[in-house]
């Protein structure tokens, strides 16, 4: 039978055979459980509808990861180099290799990918942080299995773990209220990215909700649309308390506040967001939301093995929940 221009899944050859779409994985990967004549029928017949065998389905054992990052959330101190850390512990216990690329942004924007990538030597992408469509796309085109790390794009049909960040930025918000502040602005260039922008639609949620009066001129931007950083220019007349879009940024803030001869938090709150110990400003006690990065890994790497076992298989947007952790800095003292 000639192959159709409809793409052929595993899904059709499994009706075709009236056995599960996870036998038919197992047969095209050369996993045990499937008889070998079932197994031979079903390669045979997945050649003739035209199925396009994907990486990873006609080999056992050790699979290559590629992890990719684009540069500019890359450097000793990020949150992102903490995460690749860990998820590279986690593939090694799991017998996976691992492979990091760093996407310079000239790549990033023309979506030329890593020559791993492009040669196939990859079984699966992990991509963390945010990246361009025209990357996302170059991805789609190798149909190379790939997770979304911290952020998410409508645009594709692609599995993604995110941290709860609209609930995130409205228990911030409400801590600094509850904390005795009247007025709360937001450091953080909120279209930069999408964790940010769910966290400042938290902030605004908050406000809304219990109808607290809002000036934009309390939104601050920390960093341009390439994602670096620029100086925090503060406006004349400050709010009580600001909710700062990570932690990195909440310290910068606090610095400059000092430099002005504001004292923090007795004449202005800050709260951070991810709980990222390395980045500590020395006697600063900053209140913030702890990202639950082992919760996210674990989540990954359950999609991860899904998508190994039937490239096929959708998990979709999973959330998973962090918490507030009250230190010093969110105390407002009042004025």
């Not at 990918?113 to 992990?126: E, F, N, Y």
């Not at 980045?279 to 990202?291: A, I, R, S, W």
Request: charged share 25%; aromatic share 8%; hydrophobic share 40%.
């Amino acid at each position: 039978m000639a192959a159709t221009e409809k793409k052929v899944t595993m899904k059709d050859i499994a009706a075709e055979f009236g056995v599960s779409i996870v036998t038919v994985s197992k047969a095209l990967a050369g996993k045990d459980g499937v008889g070998d004549q079932l197994r031979q029928d079903i390669i045979d017949r997945a050649h003739e509808l035209g199925y396009v065998f994907k990486k990873g389905t006609d080999r056992a054992g050790t699979r290559n990861v590629a992890i990719v990052i684009a540069e500019r959330f890359i450097g000793e101190d990020s949150f992102y180099q903490k995460v690749y850390q860990r998820i590279l512990l986690e593939l090694t216990r799991r017998n996976y290799v691992a492979i990091l690329e760093a996407v310079r942004q000239e790549d990033e924007e023309k979506g030329e990918l890593p020559k791993l990538v492009a040669l196939s030597a990859i079984d699966q992408i992990i991509v963390i942080g945010e990246i361009s469509n025209a990357y996302l796309n170059a991805i789609v085109k190798t149909g190379i299995g790939c997770i979304l790390f911290d952020f998410e794009n409508e645009d594709y049909d692609m599995d993604s773990v995110l941290s709860d960040n609209v609930n995130g930025g409205y228990l911030l918000t409400r801590h600094l209220v509850r904390s005795g502040c009247r007025t709360v602005g937001f450091v953080g260039n909120h279209l930069a990215t999408r964790s940010n922008l769910d966290r400042y639609v938290g902030f605004r949620k908050y406000l809304i909700a219990n109808d607290i009066a809002f000036d934009d001129r309390w939104v601050i931007s920390d960093r341009d649309m390439n994602g670096l950083d620029i100086d925090l220019v503060l406006p004349e007349e400050l709010p009580d308390g600001f909710v700062c879009a990570c932690d990195l940024t909440a310290y910068r803030l606090i610095r400059v506040l000092r430099e002005k001869g504001f004292a923090v938090p007795e004449d202005v709150a800050v709260v951070g967001y991810d709980d990222y110990a390395n980045n500590k400003l020395e006697g600063v006690e900053l209140t913030t939301y702890h990202v639950n990065v082992e919760e996210m890994i674990s989540q990954c790497m359950n999609m991860l093995e899904q998508h190994c076992e039937n490239p096929d298989y959708r998990y979709g947007t999973v959330l998973s929940y962090g918490w507030l952790v009250e230190r010093r800095t969110g105390r407002y003292h009042g004025k």
